[in-house]
């Protein structure tokens, strides 16, 4: 059962090594993916020095959060070593603490070596796509390095994820998934946990149209919860274009998200999500 108080208290604010960082405004989290075959192109850093020029523009644009991810999880992605993941990942992530030493690196990773490494290098979050499910180490390394961790609902594998997804109901399910998640979190001293309901991972079209549609469900736990829909197949497929062309659609998809109480927006295209959480909020105003 979900704690009394998780539906009393909504989380307001996270510890990230020893800074609280404020919850109650929307944020946006920037992503910079450090392999050569994420979906969409424009959002790979070539090298560490591509890394810094990238974040530096996030930063300028708004970004809260730099989302760094060295493993490919877009559905059929190529498998790859944690080793070859780590030497993708720390370089950059010390790097970027050296040179951007306020800004919150959070780790786009599942694997337990890859976290502690990063955390160790200078990152400050752990953003997990598979929420333990793929790294049975993961929990209790969270736990032991006490940091903020991101757990997202996926089925399978990003191999093997989009082949037929089903759910009799998807919100109910994913609720469900968080309600064991969260609890063993909470046992284990973990305080700080985000939510991510896993838009585009093991769900088909219909399936991430009903959990939008569904999403405030997910206030029940008093904790934050991110999107990412950043040009993502749920924007191109039911307009019939390609991910380059997929802002407007994924500006469209943050609105409605902010509008259902999402905390953090996920995506390529920093400037756009914060005119989207800007607009939201004058609105919000009346």
């Keep these: 059962?979900?704690?009394?108080?998780?539906?009393?208290?909504?989380?307001?604010?996270?510890?990230?090594?020893?800074?609280?960082?404020?919850?109650?405004?929307?944020?946006?989290?920037?992503?910079?993916?450090l392999t050569p075959d994420s979906f969409y192109k424009n959002s790979r850093a070539a090298d560490v020095?591509?890394?810094?020029?990238?974040?530096?523009?996030?930063?300028?644009?708004?970004?809260?959060?730099?989302?760094?991810?060295?493993?490919?999880?877009?559905?059929?992605?190529?498998?790859?070593?944690?080793?070859?993941?780590?030497?993708?990942?720390?370089?950059?992530?010390?790097?970027l603490h050296k040179n951007f030493p306020n800004a919150i690196l959070t780790v786009d990773t599942f694997r337990a070596e890859?976290?502690?490494?990063?955390?160790?290098?200078?990152?400050?979050?752990?953003?997990?796509?598979?929420?333990?499910?793929?790294?049975?180490?993961m929990f209790e390394t969270v736990a032991a390095l006490q940091v903020p961790y991101m757990i997202m609902h996926?089925?399978?594998?990003?191999?093997?994820?989009?082949q037929e997804p089903a759910y009799e109901n998807v919100t109910l399910e994913v609720v469900a998934y968080f309600i064991e998640k969260t609890e063993r979190l909470r046992q284990l001293g973990v305080k700080d946990v985000i939510l991510d309901p896993g838009?585009?991972?093991?769900?088909?079209?219909?399936?991430?149209?009903?959990?939008?549609?569904?999403?405030?469900?997910?206030?029940?736990?008093?904790?934050?919860?991110?999107?990412?829909?950043?040009?993502?197949?749920?924007?191109?497929?039911?307009?019939?274009i390609k991910a380059a062309e997929a802002l407007n659609g994924t500006s469209i998809l943050n609105t409605m998200a902010l509008l259902k109480g999402a905390s953090i927006l996920r995506v390529h295209d920093v400037k756009a999500a914060m005119e989207c959480i800007t607009l939201v909020q004058k609105l919000q105003e009346r």
């Design 1 to 33: 059962m979900i704690a009394t108080d998780s539906f009393l208290n909504q989380k307001t604010t996270i510890n990230v090594k020893g800074r609280l960082v404020d919850l109650t405004e929307p944020a946006v989290m920037a992503i910079l993916n």
């Design 154 to 162: 996926m089925k399978g594998t990003p191999q093997n994820m989009q």
């Design 199 to 240: 838009f585009g991972f093991a769900k088909s079209l219909e399936h991430n149209y009903e959990l939008l549609n569904h999403m405030e469900d997910l206030k029940i736990f008093g904790l934050p919860f991110l999107v990412g829909f950043s040009r993502k197949s749920m924007v191109t497929k039911p307009l019939g």
């Design 49 to 95: 020095e591509d890394a810094i020029v990238r974040t530096e523009n996030f930063l300028k644009e708004g970004a809260t959060y730099i989302d760094l991810g060295a493993y490919s999880s877009r559905p059929g992605a190529v498998h790859i070593s944690v080793q070859e993941e780590v030497d993708r990942m720390i370089p950059v992530v010390e790097a």
């Design 114 to 137: 890859v976290a502690r490494e990063s955390i160790m290098a200078g990152a400050h979050i752990i953003n997990d796509i598979a929420a333990g499910e793929l790294d049975e180490a």
